[in-house]
C-alpha cells in the first residue's frame, strides 16, 4: 500500500493546538505527519521534546535525506524550510518565504506535487496569510484539506484569509481534527489519483526550491522590490483562485499580506535610520553652538541654535510617526 502523508502548518497559537492534536493520536497512525510551526531562527528547537510528551509516536527534527515512515512525526527545525521529494525529506536554508524560514507554503506544495491525493494538509492559528497558496496547490492536486475552525482559536488571522480562497473539505474545531484524519486514512484508497508524472514532478519541485528563479521567471513585472533582497518583483496571478503572490529571482515569495508586512517591517528600520541621524545632527549644531557662544561668535551661535531646533523639530515628526505605527500594531 503506498505511504499516505499528513503535513500540518501554524504560526500564533498553533502550539498548544498541536499539543491537543498529538494528544489524540492514535499509537498506530497509517501516515507519515510532517510539521511546519513559524518559529525564532535564533533559538533551540524544544518542539520535538514538548510534542513526545503528549504522544506515543516518535517525534523528531526531519533530517535531510530521511526517508517517510507511516506513524512518525518530522517537525521542521528552526531556520530551515521542510520540503518533500518522493518518499524523503529535504531540509534546505532557502530563500524565506512569507518573511518566514520554515514556511507553511513550500512544505504543502511540495508534498501536493508527490503524494497527490494521498496527501492530508491541516492549517492551524496564525497571523497573516501563510498556507494560503500551499492549500491551493493542496485542492489541485485532488489532496485533502482541513482548517482548523477560526472561532476555535485566539488567532483566526492565517485560517480565514485560507477560507477566502480554498474551499476545505472540512473546518473543525481541535476536537475533530484528529477523528476526522483517521476516518479519511481508513477509508478505501482504489479511487486514489497518483500525483503528476516524475518530469512533471522534478520540474515542479525545481519550482518549490528556487522559486520559478531560473529561467524566465512567471506573471510580470510590477515594480516593487523585493523586501529580503531588494531585487525586483513579479506578480503572479492564479487564475482559478484569483490569488495574487509576489516573487523575486532568487526566491523569496509572497502573499499579499505579508509582503505588505514586510515592507512595514522595512520602512520601521528606514524611519529608525533617520531618526538616528537626525538626533546626531541636531546633538552635532548644539555641541556647535555652545563652542561658538564660548568663543564669541553670536552669528554663529545663532545659525547653530536655529539648525538645532529645526533638526530636533524633525527628528520629532519622525518619532511621532514610529510611536503612531507601533501604537496601531498593539491595538491590531
Same mark, same amino acid.
Given at each position: @500500500?503506498?505511504? &499516505? ?12 493546538? !498541536?499539543?491537543?492534536?498529538? &494528544?489524540?493520536?492514535?499509537? &498506530? ?9 513559524h518559529i525564532s531562527p535564533h533559538s533551540t528547537s524544544l518542539l520535538p521534546q514538548i510534542f513526545a510528551a503528549a504522544t506515543p509516536l516518535p517525534v523528531a527534527h526531519a533530517k535531510n535525506g530521511q526517508t517517510l515512515k507511516a506513524g512518525h512525526i518530522y517537525i521542521a527545525p528552526p531556520d530551515h524550510h521542510l520540503l518533500i521529494r518522493k518518499n524523503t525529506l529535504e *531540509?534546505?536554508?532557502?530563500?524565506? +518565504? ?14 501536493? *506535487?508527490?503524494?497527490? $491525493? ?19 496547490? *493542496? ?12 472561532? #476555535?482559536?485566539?488567532?483566526? #488571522? ?10 476545505? #473539505?472540512?473546518?473543525?474545531?481541535? /476536537? ?21 508524472? +516524475? ?5 515542479? @519541485?525545481? %519550482? *518549490? ?8 521567471? /512567471?506573471? %510580470?513585472?510590477?515594480? !516593487? ?42 520602512? +520601521?528600520?528606514?524611519?529608525? $535610520? ?6 546626531? =545632527?541636531?546633538?552635532?549644531?548644539? &555641541? ?6 564660548? @568663543? ?9 541654535? =536655529?539648525?538645532?531646533? =529645526? ?10 510617526? !514610529?510611536?503612531?505605527? @507601533?501604537?496601531q500594531k498593539e491595538s491590531d
Amino acid at each position: @500500500m503506498s505511504l &499516505k502523508l499528513v503535513t500540518i502548518g501554524g504560526s500564533a497559537g498553533s502550539i498548544q493546538s !498541536l499539543i491537543e492534536i498529538m &494528544k489524540q493520536l492514535p499509537a &498506530k497512525f497509517d501516515a507519515a505527519i510532517c510539521i511546519v510551526v513559524h518559529i525564532s531562527p535564533h533559538s533551540t528547537s524544544l518542539l520535538p521534546q514538548i510534542f513526545a510528551a503528549a504522544t506515543p509516536l516518535p517525534v523528531a527534527h526531519a533530517k535531510n535525506g530521511q526517508t517517510l515512515k507511516a506513524g512518525h512525526i518530522y517537525i521542521a527545525p528552526p531556520d530551515h524550510h521542510l520540503l518533500i521529494r518522493k518518499n524523503t525529506l529535504e *531540509v534546505v536554508r532557502g530563500a524565506k +518565504e512569507n518573511h518566514h524560514r520554515p514556511a507553511i507554503d513550500p512544505l504543502f506544495r511540495s508534498a501536493s *506535487v508527490y503524494f497527490g $491525493s494521498r496527501h492530508t494538509a491541516v492549517l492551524l492559528s496564525g497571523y497573516l496569510d501563510d498556507g494560503t497558496a500551499g492549500l491551493i496547490e *493542496v485542492r489541485n492536486s485532488l489532496g485533502t484539506i482541513i482548517i482548523q475552525d477560526p472561532d #476555535d482559536t485566539m488567532y483566526p #488571522d492565517m485560517l480565514r484569509n485560507a477560507l477566502q480562497y480554498v474551499e476545505p #473539505d472540512h473546518i473543525a474545531p481541535l /476536537p475533530a481534527i484528529i477523528p476526522l484524519l483517521v476516518a479519511h486514512l481508513e477509508q478505501a484508497t482504489s479511487d486514489t489519483v497518483e500525483p503528476m508524472t +516524475e518530469a512533471a514532478a522534478e520540474l515542479e @519541485m525545481v %519550482k *518549490v526550491l528556487h522559486g520559478d528563479s531560473r529561467g524566465k521567471m /512567471p506573471g %510580470k513585472p510590477v515594480g !516593487l522590490v523585493c523586501p529580503e533582497c531588494t531585487g525586483p518583483l513579479w506578480e503572479i496571478n492564479d487564475k482559478r483562485s484569483q490569488l495574487i503572490r509576489f516573487r523575486c529571482h532568487e526566491g523569496h515569495a509572497y502573499s499579499p499580506l505579508s509582503l505588505a508586512a514586510s515592507q512595514n517591517d522595512s520602512i +520601521e528600520v528606514a524611519l529608525w $535610520s533617520a531618526l538616528r541621524a537626525l538626533d546626531e =545632527k541636531a546633538e552635532l549644531a548644539k &555641541k556647535l553652538s555652545f563652542k561658538a557662544e564660548a @568663543m564669541g561668535q553670536d552669528q554663529a551661535m545663532h545659525r547653530f541654535i =536655529k539648525q538645532f531646533e =529645526k533638526t530636533k523639530s524633525q527628528a520629532n515628526l519622525i518619532r511621532q510617526v !514610529l510611536e503612531e505605527g @507601533m501604537t496601531q500594531k498593539e491595538s491590531d
